[in-house]
């Protein structure tokens, strides 16, 4: 029988659930298990395609977070990318089922296609059935499906699902997990780091744990997120309030990295709770530890930095989580201490211009306010002879600069090309694609640049290398969405100072460097 393990939110959100489902995911595979993340949300979109933080038009932004483009090409919720990071699966679109995609689905089947015409259409088992089919398809062969239900229980928009989940107890074996937020009442702000001089507030915990409980979907385990490790003492307490067995509650605290996570979960005694309850058959390890990747991190913390200016515009440092991410496994693989710096405003492009010397390598990404103040600031890098990646939109910027023509288009292109990079340093390029501009073959004529990927059709360019500044890549696909712990995408070397080609004949790059699962 298959396991869905399910993940809820109490008290408030952006407390770490999905960080949570990925160690989970983590941990899963870690142990041989065959597993897949899925996310629900509750909104009333049917597409994340124009949700896109990076977009010029700041009300259609998504809670400043990035959007995740998928190897299929769908455009997701950014904690896919998460589940991806953490476990090293390719997780296809039908992973992110969103409440506006199953309304429309719902609607469109009344015209013939599904249902009898005049036939009443409710919610149950209507949209029921929707929801079921939506779960089913993204659950698959898979033994474990992890389930992250967006936002808090008790939520209106994810009412329906709750229920439909809840029934799926006789179907397969159903584990619940509930991330609470544990608030505390302090005299002053240095109270949290002293349990014993502030009050614990439980009630929010209780309230939505006997919440839960009201869809049927009792915690099997309850997650407390806090500041820090409280101890067994508040353990006691939150068992009394829940009625919950104390070995059945785990505290989720702030660690060094995110990627500590699954150690600190482990040690808990989590996973063994879950492979218990859910009968799973768990075998050796079969990928190496996030634990080992973090301490590399604090252990690379201590060398020479060495810095990259990222220039892009955006509210918040969550629009740009998948390329931080790929700067900080290339620092792992190569053995350096990245540092970066973010610059969003003219003001601070101005002040990037007066101290870019300071800079070992630079990355202008998708994110654009003025595309003028842009390229004036990339004339000026290019000019001091270091290491330039210039993503997606950044890659416009520079065809722009060296003379090359591209084209705007009224739809966003989402997609993926056939190969990467194999054997040959020209070729058509495998990558991840959210643009709305092309750079067509025909345009070039082999004067200003060399080409060093393509699409498959060998129509439009997708990777290419200003002749005149050899030590610059553009980038029209979105490269950090591949980038995994242990194994960054190889363009990202070019920012080591390395040349792609010296990358691309290492031998030893894939065995070195294989994803965590």
Not at 454 to 463: P, T, V
């Amino acid at each position: 029988m298959k396991s869905l393990i399910v993940v809820l939110g109490g008290v408030t959100s952006g407390v770490g659930k999905g960080i949570v489902c990925a160690s989970i995911g983590n941990l899963l595979i870690e142990n041989g298990i065959k597993t897949t993340v899925i996310k629900y949300d509750g909104l009333m979109n049917y597409s994340f395609e124009q949700m896109n933080p990076y977009h010029v038009i700041p009300e259609v932004r998504w809670s400043d977070e990035e959007v995740t483009v998928l190897a299929d090409g769908g455009v997701v919720d950014s904690d896919l990318g998460v589940y991806e990071r953490f476990t090293g699966l390719e997780l296809p679109s039908a992973n992110n089922i969103v409440n506006g995609q199953c309304l429309k689905e719902l609607i469109s089947y009344q015209d013939g296609k599904r249902w009898r015409a005049g036939e009443v259409i409710s919610v149950f088992p209507h949209l029921i059935d929707v929801y079921k089919e939506k779960l089913f398809a993204a659950i698959a062969d898979n033994d474990v499906a992890i389930l992250e239900v967006g936002g808090t229980v008790g939520d209106f928009e994810s009412e329906f699902f709750l229920r439909m989940v809840s029934n799926l107890s006789a179907e397969m074996n159903l584990f619940v997990v509930q991330l609470s937020y544990l608030a505390f009442m302090g005299n002053d702000a240095g109270a949290k780091n002293d349990v014993i001089n502030q009050d614990v507030i439980l009630k929010p915990i209780k309230q939505s744990f006997h919440t839960a409980c009201s869809f049927c979907l009792k915690p099997d385990a309850l997650l407390i997120r806090s500041e820090k490790n409280v101890g067994g003492g508040i353990k006691s307490r939150i068992s009394k309030a829940t009625c919950l067995k104390e070995e059945y509650i785990f505290f989720d605290y702030d660690v060094n990295s995110i990627y500590d996570v699954p150690e600190m979960l482990k040690k808990q005694g989590l996973m063994e709770l879950i492979i218990s309850r859910c009968e799973l058959n768990s075998d050796v390890e079969v990928c190496p530890s996030l634990a080992d990747y973090s301490r590399s991190i604090v252990k690379l913390a201590a060398e020479a930095q060495y810095r990259i200016a990222i220039i892009g515009d955006s509210e918040s440092w969550g629009s740009y989580t998948s390329l931080n991410e790929a700067l900080v496994s290339l620092g792992v693989r190569y053995s350096k201490n990245i540092c970066f710096d973010w610059f969003r405003s003219v003001e601070e492009y101005a002040r990037l211009l007066e101290n870019n010397a300071s800079y070992h390598a630079f990355v202008v990404t998708e994110g654009i306010e003025n595309p003028e103040d842009k390229a004036a600031l990339l004339r000026n890098i290019l000019e001091y002879g270091k290491p330039v990646m210039c993503i997606s939109y950044g890659a416009c910027i520079l065809a722009d600069i060296i003379g090359m023509s591209t084209e705007r288009t009224d739809k966003l292109v989402t997609g993926r090309i056939d190969t990467y990079l194999k054997n040959s340093i020209t070729g058509a390029v495998q990558d991840r694609h959210r643009r709305n501009f092309t750079i067509p073959m025909c345009r070039n004529e082999g004067k200003s640049i060399e080409i060093i990927g393509c699409d498959s059709q060998h129509k439009e360019i997708h990777l290419f290398r200003p002749v005149n500044f050899p030590y610059c890549i553009g980038a029209v696909s979105q490269p950090e969405y591949t980038s995994r712990p242990y194994s960054p995408n190889l363009l990202f070397s070019h920012l080591l100072n390395l040349k792609i080609e010296e990358v691309l004949q290492d031998s030893t790059y894939e065995s070195k460097t294989n994803p965590p699962c």
